[in-house]
């Protein structure tokens, strides 16, 4: 749940050799930066979601961002969607139920976060029907990135690469233990509320909040080990890039380590000392190659 807003000076590289870098563009990037096209799909089951679509259509690299918990385009990303749409085509999903993706009510079965990822492949399928691009790279955090993961082991055809942050495979009762301890969420930081009390109004957010950690408690109850996307992980085949801030409250270290030995596809992971999950943790990008790992790394302390 995020949501630290600052502005920050961003360079768009390109690594195009081993070692050798090239700065193409040097950006300052505010929250209401870029101008904001919008777009929609209907689902198979008839849910309308809604997604941005910036940038030019015909670049080769497209990114598409899942939003964590509760977020949406704009509440989770929108620093990141100023900063690159300048440079790609940039896809940002509000999932059924958040944002401007509603109605239906958010509602929690199970399998929740396997419905986010088919409502991202949607997403996806939609906007590749036009561009030059036949696949993308996926960014996920929190539900995201158990969203995203899933997206990927499912559908290798459209997934060009894989960075995720914030993200667990199972949940535990120690990690119910953490969310129930931030069950309050007035007591929350209020940049990071802000956006969600507009979109939900406060009660509405600490319904949805509360409904969210029962769904969580009821998945480690009744799905064996816990198991949000622990298969999916080892069928992951392209490059996926794995963050984690060593400060995270959410996210101990044991998932990320579950990840680290269970990838099996080429990995890169790194760390952030004062990192943290309320943080937007990237704004430098890097590709190594056409077809290589996106690096993303900090150049600016959020606000927490």
């Given at each position: 749940m995020i949501r630290g807003i600052a502005v920050a000076v961003v360079s768009?590289?390109?690594?195009?050799?081993?070692?050798?870098?090239?700065?193409?563009?040097?950006?300052?990037?505010?929250?209401?930066?870029?101008?904001?096209?919008?777009?929609?799909?209907?689902?198979?089951?008839?849910?309308?979601?809604?997604?941005?679509?910036?940038?030019?259509?015909?670049?080769?690299?497209?990114?598409?961002?899942?939003?964590?918990?509760m977020g949406f385009a704009s509440s989770d990303y929108g620093?990141?969607?100023?900063?690159?749409?300048?440079?790609?085509?940039?896809?940002?999903?509000?999932p059924r139920g958040y944002g401007r993706s509603r109605p239906p009510v958010r509602d929690f079965p199970l399998d929740f976060v396997q419905r986010e990822a088919r409502d991202a492949v949607a997403v996806?399928?939609?906007?590749?029907?036009?561009?030059?691009?036949?696949?993308l790279t996926v960014c996920g955090w929190s539900d995201g990135a158990n969203a995203a993961v899933i997206f990927a082991a499912e559908r290798p055809d459209l997934t060009k690469r894989l960075v995720v942050w914030g993200g667990n495979a199972y949940v535990t009762q120690?990690?119910?233990?953490?969310?129930?301890?931030?069950?309050?969420?007035?007591?929350?930081?209020?940049?990071?509320?802000?956006?969600?009390?507009?979109?939900?109004?406060a009660a509405g957010l600490q319904s949805m909040w509360t409904a969210w950690i029962d769904a969580l408690d009821a998945i480690r109850r009744d799905i064996p080990d816990g198991d949000i996307c622990r298969k999916e992980v080892g069928k992951i085949s392209c490059p996926v890039l794995l963050m984690h801030g060593d400060e995270d409250e959410y996210i101990p270290r044991v998932h990320v380590a579950f990840f680290c030995e269970n990838i099996k596809s080429p990995l890169e992971y790194k760390s952030f000392p004062d990192g943290k999950i309320r943080s937007l943790i990237f704004f430098h990008v890097f590709?190594?190659?056409?077809?290589?790992l996106m690096y993303l790394s900090v150049v600016t302390a959020m606000c927490c």
């Open positions: 768009l590289c390109f690594v195009v050799g081993a070692s050798k870098q090239r700065e193409i563009q040097t950006l300052k990037v505010a929250m209401s930066g870029s101008k904001q096209e919008s777009s929609c799909v209907t689902t198979a089951d008839g849910i309308r979601i809604v997604y941005d679509d910036l940038g030019d259509v015909d670049s080769a690299e497209v990114l598409l961002f899942i939003p964590g918990a620093p990141q969607l100023s900063a690159l749409s300048g440079q790609f085509r940039v896809l940002a999903m509000d996806a399928e939609h906007a590749l029907r036009t561009g030059s691009a036949s696949s120690d990690d119910i233990d953490l969310y129930r301890a931030e069950w309050d969420t007035s007591k929350w930081p209020s940049e990071t509320t802000a956006p969600l009390i507009e979109a939900y109004g590709f190594k190659g056409a077809s290589e």
